[in-house]
């Protein structure tokens, strides 16, 4: 397995402790702070694979922290799991739309923290026997997991990579929730339809005019539709 680096920041030292200790008997370079002003100037300067963070801390909390890590090009597309008390689908849906890939409640268990961890990175790194993907001025390289629109590069967080991808790899079929479920979200049980819909409504927010080609088939779905030209 290749050697992960994980920054954890939660104001909880005797959890960080135990996370610190569960993530490197599986084989995770990890990193803990207890405080977003250390956490952030680490991730800053180590660029880690992941970041987990607790979404209420003193002073700047994990959501703040998310948004920071997402305005900066050096930090933008770090893969970031929000850790919180709260297991409400507004909380969930609030810390997706801050930019966390992935949500995880208080009480968890660590090994479905560290199989999540090791799901987003999958994710991530996953490569395809297609290399490339290209329509209407749109290209996406599978290998790097980078987007240009008209030779403008598009900054992307995983799930939205991961959804245009499914997206375009199957033109003009309809894809319905549970599908996007099973094949980006991976049966996530803090995901649910709204999620979805938060991550599609990203997606063309990034995408501008050219968010025409995906389509929302109401009662069944999404599908890409590729321009008839």
């Given at each position: 397995?290749?050697?992960?680096?994980?920054?954890?920041?939660?104001?909880?030292?005797?959890?960080?402790?135990?996370?610190?200790?569960?993530?490197?008997?599986?084989?995770?370079?990890?990193?803990?702070?207890?405080?977003?002003?250390?956490?952030?100037?680490?991730?800053?300067?180590?660029?880690?694979?992941?970041?987990?963070v607790d979404i209420k801390m003193p002073r700047v909390g994990g959501l703040e922290l998310t948004r920071?890590?997402?305005?900066?090009?050096?930090?933008?597309?770090?893969?970031?799991?929000?850790?919180?008390?709260?297991?409400?689908?507004?909380?969930?849906?609030?810390?997706?739309?801050?930019?966390?890939?992935?949500?995880?409640?208080?009480?968890?268990?660590?090994?479905?923290?560290?199989?999540?961890?090791?799901?987003?990175?999958?994710?991530?790194?996953?490569?395809?026997?297609?290399?490339?993907?290209?329509?209407?001025?749109?290209?996406?390289?599978?290998?790097?997991?980078?987007?240009?629109?008209?030779?403008?590069?598009?900054?992307?967080?995983?799930?939205?990579?991961?959804?245009?991808y499914i997206l375009m790899s199957k033109p003009n079929i309809v894809l319905n929730r549970e599908f996007?479920?099973?094949?980006?979200?991976?049966?996530?049980?803090?995901?649910?339809?709204?999620?979805?819909?938060?991550?599609?409504?990203?997606?063309?927010?990034?995408?501008?005019?050219?968010?025409?080609?995906?389509?929302?088939?109401?009662?069944?779905?999404?599908?890409?539709?590729?321009?008839?030209?």
């Amino acid at each position: 397995m290749i050697e992960s680096k994980i920054i954890i920041v939660d104001d909880d030292q005797a959890l960080t402790s135990l996370l610190k200790k569960v993530f490197e008997d599986e084989g995770f370079m990890t990193i803990t702070y207890n405080n977003t002003d250390e956490g952030y100037k680490k991730i800053l300067k180590s660029k880690p694979d992941l970041v987990i963070v607790d979404i209420k801390m003193p002073r700047v909390g994990g959501l703040e922290l998310t948004r920071m890590l997402r305005k900066n090009p050096v930090t933008e597309n770090i893969p970031i799991i929000m850790l919180t008390v709260e297991s409400t689908e507004m909380c969930k849906v609030v810390g997706l739309e801050n930019g966390a890939d992935d949500y995880v409640t208080k009480p968890f268990s660590n090994r479905e923290l560290v199989a999540r961890a090791k799901s987003l990175l999958r994710r991530v790194r996953r490569k395809d026997g297609v290399k490339k993907l290209e329509h209407d001025g749109l290209v996406m390289l599978l290998d790097s997991r980078t987007v240009t629109l008209n030779k403008k590069q598009i900054s992307m967080r995983p799930k939205e990579f991961d959804l245009l991808y499914i997206l375009m790899s199957k033109p003009n079929i309809v894809l319905n929730r549970e599908f996007i479920l099973e094949n980006v979200f991976e049966y996530n049980a803090a995901v649910t339809t709204r999620t979805i819909d938060t991550h599609i409504k990203n997606l063309r927010h990034l995408l501008g005019p050219w968010s025409e080609h995906i389509m929302t088939v109401f009662g069944l779905g999404f599908k890409f539709v590729p321009s008839s030209k």
